[in-house]
């Protein structure tokens, strides 16, 4: 069973960062498409970023330039550096791993809250 764990959500002040990480399990990640949604309340949920397994990487217009996804293989981890945080960034932010086929895995989410 694929298990993803979110962690690096948290509250920070418009202009600031996190880094968000998601650490997965049981499966084969270097041949995962990894991606992070998020979710603000009111609205659906929308792709932020995704990586390749072999590190093309691909933005939402409203994030480029502002964050970076990176993959660590030998860690079976997925991180979400964002930077020049935004109120209208505060969201769920999940973390999405999708092996050839037609399955995909999602974790649990982390609250990210961007607030003076």
């Known amino acids: 069973q694929v298990q993803l764990v979110e962690s690096g959500g948290g509250l920070v002040q418009p202009g600031g960062s996190l880094r968000l990480s998601c650490a997965v399990s049981g499966g084969i990640f270097v041949i995962y498409v990894m991606g992070w949604y998020r979710q603000a309340p009111g609205k659906q949920r929308e792709l932020v970023a995704h990586?390749?397994?072999?590190?093309?990487?691909n933005y939402a217009d409203s994030v480029k330039g502002r964050f970076a996804i990176s993959r660590d293989n030998a860690k079976n981890t997925v991180y979400l550096q964002m930077n020049s945080l935004k109120p209208e960034d505060t969201a769920v932010y999940y973390c999405?791993?999708?092996?050839?086929?037609?399955?995909?895995?999602w974790g649990q989410g982390t609250q990210v809250t961007v607030s003076s």
């Open positions: 999405v791993a999708s092996p050839p086929g037609p399955t995909v895995y």
């Open positions: 990586i390749t397994s072999g590190g093309y990487t």
